[in-house]
C-alpha cells in the first residue's frame, strides 16, 4: 500500500511536492508549478504548504 511521505530525493525546500508527485506518479516540477499557480491565484498555497511541511512524515530509510 503506498503512503505519502515527504521526498529525501526530490527535494528542494521540504520535500513535500517531490513526496506528493512521487505518490500520484508524476513529475515534480508538475506539483511545484501548481503550488505556485495556487500561491499566486488563491494566495493559500503557501499555507498549505506549510501545514503539508508539518505534518506529512518523511520516508522511512530503508
Given at each position: 500500500?503506498?503512503?505519502l511521505h515527504k521526498s529525501r530525493k526530490q527535494k528542494m525546500v521540504a520535500g513535500?511536492?517531490?513526496g506528493i508527485a512521487e505518490y500520484f506518479n508524476i513529475d515534480?516540477?508538475?506539483v511545484r508549478?501548481?503550488?505556485?499557480?495556487?500561491?499566486?491565484l488563491a494566495g493559500?498555497?503557501?499555507?498549505?504548504y506549510i501545514i503539508?511541511?508539518?505534518?506529512?512524515?518523511y520516508?522511512?530509510?530503508a
Open positions: 500500500m503506498k503512503k513535500v511536492c517531490g515534480p516540477t508538475l508549478l501548481g503550488f505556485v499557480a495556487l500561491s499566486c493559500g498555497g503557501l499555507l498549505v503539508a511541511a508539518i505534518i506529512i512524515p520516508e522511512e530509510d
